[in-house]
T-cell receptor, first 111, second 113 residues
Framework: DQQVKQNSPSLSVQEGRISILNCDYT??????FLWYKKYPAEGPTFLIS?????DKNEDGRFTVFLNKSAKHLSLHIVPSQPGDSAVYFC??????????FGTGTSLTVIP | DAGVIQSPRHEVTEMGQEVTLRCKPI?????LFWYRQTMMRGLELLIY????????DSGMPEDRFSAKMPNASFSTLKIQPSEPRDSAVYFC???????????FGQGTRLTVV
């Protein structure tokens, strides 16, 4: 059973606009969330995290929002750049337990 | 540090053969993770170690899969016997602490024919 879901397999955005990547989870015990970015033929790289005590975490152009009641998190990239084109994975975990990953969203930023 | 190093980068093997994937984590990291990525299931955690001790292997698909971490700088993931459905990209990752973002290796693309 997929506990973390990324329902949009792909997303295309114009350069300079906002990219919004979404992630839903089913386990209400999850309290820590990560976003990873993956380029082809490379391993995922850690991007940004958020714990359940916060509803927003910002790092430069990247902001993650957490809506615990909806069991939903999103990653906003503003402004989007062509180098942001990659596959983005969200991951979730409950304290002391393993991380569960979504299947990824492929972002294409069009110059 | 060179990052997490995995070998080989590509492996093609025949069904029934034994396959061994290798990983060198980042020095000083105390957590090591093995993941498998497929188109259908995305990124799945297979097993992780803390201070060389396996903590959770519930993601290991079946007894054909085994992982070891004989010391802090080396881990192996072995598949014996291999099957075509094992074809995937296998990632190793390490982190300093369970809650830090993990650093991933470049992965091993395994093809079982």
């Amino acid at each position: 059973d997929q506990q973390v879901k990324q329902n949009s397999p792909s997303l295309s955005v114009q350069e300079g606009r906002i990219s919004i990547l979404n992630c839903d989870y089913t386990n209400s015990m999850f309290d820590y969330f990560l976003w990873y970015k993956k380029y082809p033929a490379e391993g995922p790289t850690f991007l940004i995290s958020i714990s359940s005590i916060k509803d927003k975490n910002e790092d430069g152009r990247f902001t993650v929002f957490l809506n615990k009641s909806a069991k939903h998190l999103s990653l906003h990239i503003v402004p989007s750049q062509p180098g942001d084109s990659a596959v983005y994975f969200c991951a979730a975990s409950a304290v002391g337990n393993q991380f569960y990953f979504g299947t990824g969203t492929s972002l294409t930023v069009i110059p | 540090d060179a990052g997490v190093i995995q070998s080989p980068r590509h492996e093609v093997t025949e069904m029934g053969q034994e396959v061994t994937l290798r990983c060198k984590p980042i020095s000083g990291h105390d957590y090591l993770f093995w993941y498998r990525q497929t188109m259908m299931r995305g990124l799945e955690l297979l097993i992780y170690f803390n201070n060389n001790v396996p903590i959770d292997d519930s993601g290991m698909p079946e007894d054909r899969f085994s992982a070891k971490m004989p010391n802090a700088s080396f881990s192996t993931l072995k598949i014996q016997p291999s099957e075509p459905r094992d074809s995937a990209v296998y990632f190793c990752a390490s982190s300093l602490g369970a809650w830090a973002g993990a650093f991933f290796g470049q992965g091993t693309r395994l093809t079982v024919v």
